[in-house]
């Protein structure tokens, strides 16, 4: 596998760090403080409906990563429960 398609593997996790790093720069700079829970909530829920588009049995970074239906599994559960806290935040 090409490095792309490994990178395309991994996107619902390349997304949310992204979504992070915006979620802290907005926060550094004092501004969308009432937005912030919601933009992370409504992040991780997209990256939730994204997790099955990749959800394949897959093998990727020679071996180091393995995307399989337990992984898929707590991908899904870890991110909706990232969404209730920043609701509930």
């Known amino acids: 596998m090409t ?3 490994n990178a395309a593997a991994i996107a ?7 979504l992070a790093l915006v979620v802290m720069m907005l926060d550094a700079l004092g501004r969308g ?3 912030i829970p919601w933009l ?6 997209a990256a939730v409906a ?3 588009l990749f959800a394949e049995g897959k ?6 990563l393995v995307i399989d239906p337990l992984a898929v599994f707590f991908k899904v559960f870890s991110l909706l429960a990232v969404g209730l806290v ?3 935040s």
């Open 33 to 35: 403080r009432r937005v």
């Open 3 to 5: 490095t792309l398609q």
């Open 86 to 88: 920043a609701l509930l």
């Open 50 to 52: 994204a997790v099955p």
């Open 59 to 64: 093998v990727i970074f020679s071996g180091a």
């Open 40 to 45: 992370t909530a409504g992040g991780a829920l």
């Open 12 to 18: 619902p996790e390349l997304g949310l760090a992204l």
